[in-house]
C-alpha cells in the first residue's frame, strides 16, 4: 500500500529527500512546504534547507509524498521518480537495459537505513531486508522486462524512476504499468511493470 512504511525505524538520506523539491518543476513551493510539514529540514523564508549529510524518518518522507500526491497528482509523482537517478546514490557498472533495472534495487537499499547501517553493504553485497524490493525479470527472445514493484512508494513515482534508469540506454523505451495485476493505488502491496525497448 502506498506512503505506509514497511517497518519502523528506517530511515532514508537527504540526497534522495532532495529528489522531491528537483522533480517538482513549478510546484517546488508546495514539495517544500509538504517536506516541512512532515518534519524533514528547516525553512528559511522561500527555501527548504536539508542537511545533506541526515537521514530522516522513512514515515516522514512517505507522509510528504502522500502530502503531494493529494495537492499535486500523479505527474509531480512521476517527475519526483525521474529524479530519484539524479539525486540518489546509484551503483555503478550499468551498461544496458536490463543492468540499469537491476541497478535500482540495489540503490533503493543504498539510500536507505535501518538501525543506523545501510540496507546495501557495498562491501559485502549484504541486502537487508525491511522496505521491500524493486524487481527485474528479462523475458526470454524479447526487449522487455517484468518489474513487480514490492514497496511503500507511490505507483507513478516507481514508473519515473524506472523511466529514467532505461532511457540511460533506451531513449524510446516505454515503462507500461500492468493494468491487470494489483495495484498500490488500489491498497496493494505491489504494482507491476512492463518495459519494452
Not at 14 to 34: C, E, L, N
Not at 182 to 189: D, K, L, S
Request: glycine share 8%; net charge negative.
Amino acid at each position: 500500500m502506498q506512503f505506509k512504511a514497511f517497518e519502523p525505524g528506517i530511515e532514508v538520506n537527504a540526497p534522495t529527500v532532495a529528489a522531491i523539491v528537483a522533480g517538482m518543476g513549478y510546484f517546488t513551493k508546495i514539495s517544500r512546504r509538504a517536506l516541512n510539514d512532515a518534519g524533514i529540514g528547516r525553512s528559511e523564508g522561500d527555501k527548504l534547507i536539508l542537511d545533506m549529510s541526515a537521514w530522516y524518518p522513512h514515515e516522514a518522507w512517505l507522509k510528504a509524498f502522500e502530502t503531494i500526491a493529494k495537492h499535486v497528482g500523479n505527474s509531480a509523482l512521476f517527475n519526483i521518480g525521474m529524479s530519484i537517478p539524479v539525486s540518489a546514490t546509484f551503483p555503478s557498472g550499468a551498461v544496458d537495459v536490463i543492468s540499469a533495472v537491476r541497478s535500482i534495487d540495489i540503490a533503493y537499499h543504498m539510500n536507505h537505513r535501518k538501525n543506523g547501517r545501510p540496507m546495501y553493504d557495498t562491501d559485502t553485497g549484504t541486502m537487508y531486508e525491511g522496505i521491500g524490493h524493486y524487481g527485474c525479470e528479462p523475458i526470454s527472445g524479447k526487449n522487455e522486462i517484468l518489474c513487480v514493484c514490492r514497496n511503500p512508494y507511490p505507483c507513478a513515482f516507481d514508473r519515473g524512476i524506472i523511466k529514467a534508469r532505461v532511457q540511460l540506454f533506451a531513449p524510446d523505451a516505454q515503462v507500461v504499468h500492468d493494468d491487470k495485476a494489483e495495484c498500490r493505488e488500489q491498497g496493494a502491496e505491489s504494482c507491476t511493470y512492463h518495459v519494452f525497448w
